[in-house]
Nanobody, 122 residues
Framework: QVQLVESGGGLVQAGGSLRLSCAAS????????MGWLRQAPGKGREFVAR????????YYSDSVKGRFTISRDRAKNTVYLQMNSLKPEDTAVYYC???????????????WGQGTQVTVSS
């Protein structure tokens, strides 16, 4: 089993920044991908970003590319999401996720975090 615990959400004004953290415990990751998905009110969960656990390959949705950066610290089994130039449309619950394969959407997720709220005011 894998446990994912997020932290770092909150309320920020448009144009501001937040950093989310996701600490993984339990099974050790050597392969697959970890990443972030988000769910805005009244909408389904959507892919945000992913990073391969072995290597530095990253991928972003078009809506966050150039503003968000995903990174990981293998020694700490932790993945981060640095969010800059935040917009009101980024308001959502952000979920950390782990996949044994390529993370592209909710159906690829084997393990979910509990979610952390990010609210961007205009």
């Amino acid at each position: 089993q894998v446990q994912l615990v997020e932290s770092g959400g909150g309320l920020v004004q448009a144009g501001g920044s937040l950093r989310l953290s996701c600490a993984a415990s339990g099974r050790t990751f050597n392969t697959g991908t970890m990443g972030w998905l988000r769910q805005a009110p009244g909408k389904g969960r959507e892919f945000v970003a992913r990073i391969r656990w072995s290597g530095d390959s990253t991928y972003y949705s078009d809506s966050v590319k150039g503003r968000f950066t995903i990174s990981r610290d293998r020694a700490k089994n932790t993945v981060y999401l640095q969010m800059n130039s935040l917009k009101p449309e980024d308001t959502a619950v952000y979920y950390c996720a782990a996949s044994a394969w390529m993370l592209t959407g909710p159906s690829d997720v084997q393990y979910w975090g509990q979610g952390t709220q990010v609210t961007v005011s205009s």
